[in-house]
C-alpha cells in the first residue's frame, strides 16, 4: 500500500479549512499553519470580558456579522461536514425589514411562494422606500439583469450599467445598494458589473428560495474554530496554530496557499502566475465596520432591520450568541454593520459612536428611551478585496506555474464575489487540482 501524499496547508481560514478537509478526505496527509490562535480567518469571534463592559457577563463577540443565502451550496455543505449546521438558522422565506428614519410604516423585500421572477414581484410593487414609477422602473431592471453576460461584464460598473437601465439616485440607495452593499462590500458606483450580476442571478433571479438569509445562532467562532478544529483533528488533520509561515520550500510535499494575497504575492516567485507583479496591490481591500450596542431594554423586534435614509445599514439582534440574553433577558445587544465603510473605517471610535447611537435611535423609535450599557466598535480594514470594475484582471486562478503550490482564498478567480461561500469553494477547487497534480520535486521558492 502506498504511503499518503503530504500536502501543507498555509492559512486556516474557511478556504483552508475546506482545502485541508477535502484533502483529507481524498486520502492526502495534511498538515495546516495558521498564524493566529485560531481558526477561522475573518468570521471569527473573541471574548469582551464583564471587566471591560461592566455588563456583568463576558460578551461573544463576532468580529463582523456574517449571513450565508440558501444557494451558497459549498459553504452550507461546509457547515453539515462540520456538524454546525444546527448552530445556524436559514429564513423558511426571505424576509428583510426595511425601516426609514422618522417613517412608521416598515417595508419588506420578501419573496411570496411563487415561480422567479414573480416571487418578488408583490415586495417590489410595494416597496414604499421608491415611487410606483421606480418600482416598476426597477422590475424592468431587474429582469435586465438577469441576462447580463457575466464573463464580458467585468469593465463595467454597476452603477453605470444601473444610469443606463433607467434608476436614479433614489432606486440605487434605497434597493440596489441595499443588496449590492451587504454583498459585494461596495456601492454601486464602485463595483464590478460581472460580481453585481453574480450575486442578482444567483440569488435573486435563480432558484426561488437562492436569497433566503441565514446566519450562526451561537458565536461564529464555535462554528469555524472549534467545530472545524474537531473535525480537521478527527479528519487526522495536523493541525499547528500560531504558526507563521515565512517561506517556502517544496521538499515532496504539495502546497495550498490559503493567505491573503499579499502575502501570496511574497510567498510565490513572480513566474508562479501569468499576472504584472503588483497585482495584491490592484486588487486592494475594501473595510468593514461593526458598532456594537448594548442596550438596557429590548428596541427591535426580529432578528434583523435594515435602514434606508440613514448612516445604519443593517442591525443585527446578537443577544443570544453573544450570551447576554441568558444573563439580562430585558438587555439587547445589537450589531451595526457599516460595509464598504472607507470613511468610518478612519474614524475614532468615540466620534463613530456619536454619530450611530442617534441614528439608531431615529431608526428605532423604541431606542429613543432606552439607556445604552455598553458601546464599542470592531473594525477590519481588508475585509474582502475591493471589487471594482476590471477587478477579475488581478484575481490569479487556484492553479501556478509551480508544481504542487495552488492557490486558495475568496480573492481568487472564483466568479463570487469576497464571501463566505467564495472562500469556500475556492479551497474545494484548490482541493481538486492536487488530487489530479503529480508529486513535486523538492524546490526553495
Known amino acids: 500500500m502506498s504511503a499518503a501524499r503530504p500536502v501543507t496547508v498555509v492559512g486556516g481560514g474557511l478556504a483552508g479549512i475546506s482545502a485541508a478537509l477535502r484533502l483529507a478526505d ?5 498538515v495546516l499553519h495558521e498564524a493566529r490562535p485560531r481558526l477561522g480567518g475573518l468570521a471569527g469571534s473573541f471574548v469582551r470580558s464583564a471587566e471591560t463592559s461592566g455588563l456583568g457577563v463576558d460578551l461573544q463577540v463576532d468580529t463582523g456579522q456574517h449571513v450565508f ?8 455543505g461546509l457547515l453539515r461536514r462540520l456538524g454546525a449546521e444546527g448552530d445556524t438558522h436559514l429564513q423558511r422565506r426571505l424576509d428583510v425589514p426595511v425601516r426609514r428614519p422618522g417613517v412608521a410604516r416598515t417595508s419588506h423585500v420578501r419573496r411570496a411562494a411563487l415561480p422567479v421572477p414573480l416571487h418578488l414581484a408583490r415586495s417590489l410593487l410595494g416597496y414604499a422606500p421608491l415611487t410606483l414609477a421606480e418600482r416598476l422602473a426597477a422590475a424592468r431592471a431587474a429582469l435586465a439583469l438577469g441576462r447580463v453576460e457575466r464573463s464580458a461584464a467585468d469593465g463595467t460598473s454597476f452603477g453605470a450599467w444601473l444610469a443606463a437601465h433607467g434608476q436614479g439616485s433614489r432606486a440605487v440607495e434605497a434597493l440596489w445598494d ?8 461596495a456601492r454601486a458606483d464602485d463595483a464590478s458589473l460581472a460580481l453585481a450580476a453574480t450575486v442578482f442571478q444567483t440569488g435573486l433571479l435563480g432558484e426561488p428560495g437562492g436569497a433566503d438569509l441565514g446566519w450562526a445562532r451561537v458565536p461564529l467562532g464555535r462554528i469555524h474554530g472549534d467545530a472545524a478544529l474537531a473535525a ?5 488533520v495536523d493541525v499547528r496554530l500560531g504558526s507563521r509561515v515565512a517561506s517556502l520550500e517544496l521538499d515532496g510535499r504539495a502546497v495550498v496557499l490559503a493567505v491573503p494575497p499579499a502575502a501570496a504575492e511574497r510567498l510565490l516567485p513572480p513566474s508562479a502566475l501569468d499576472l504584472r ?3 495584491a496591490g490592484r486588487l486592494g481591500a475594501s473595510p468593514i465596520v ?24 443593517f442591525v ?25 465603510a472607507d470613511r468610518e473605517v478612519r474614524l475614532p471610535s468615540a466620534e463613530l459612536l456619536a454619530r450611530m447611537v442617534p441614528a439608531l435611535r431615529e431608526l428605532l423609535p423604541a431606542a429613543r428611551g432606552a439607556g445604552v450599557l455598553d458601546a464599542f466598535v470592531t473594525r477590519e480594514p481588508q475585509a474582502t478585496f475591493r471589487p471594482a470594475p476590471g477587478s477579475a484582471a488581478d484575481r490569479p486562478p487556484a492553479a501556478t506555474s509551480v508544481p504542487g503550490v495552488v492557490l486558495a482564498g475568496a480573492w481568487t478567480a472564483t466568479g463570487w464575489p469576497a464571501t463566505m461561500e467564495g472562500a469556500v469553494r475556492s479551497g474545494l477547487e484548490a482541493a481538486r487540482l492536487l488530487a489530479h497534480a503529480p508529486t513535486p520535486e523538492r524546490t526553495a521558492l
Not at 69 to 75: E, F, H
Not at 179 to 185: E, Q, Y
Not at 232 to 236: E, N, P, S, V, Y
Open 232 to 236: 480537521l483533528r478527527t479528519a487526522g
Open 178 to 185: 441595499l443588496v449590492g452593499v451587504a454583498t459585494l462590500n
Open 290 to 313: 461593526n458598532v456594537h450596542v448594548v442596550l438596557d431594554r429590548r428596541v427591535l423586534d426580529g432578528e434583523l432591520v435594515a435602514g434606508v435614509g440613514t448612516p445604519v445599514q
Open 316 to 340: 443585527f439582534d446578537r443577544s443570544g450568541q453573544s450570551g447576554l440574553r441568558a444573563h439580562s433577558p430585558d438587555a439587547q445587544y445589537l450589531a451595526v454593520s457599516l460595509s464598504a
Open 277 to 279: 507583479p503588483g497585482w
Open 26 to 30: 481524498d486520502g492526502f496527509e495534511v
Open 69 to 76: 443565502m440558501r444557494c451558497c451550496s459549498a459553504y452550507r
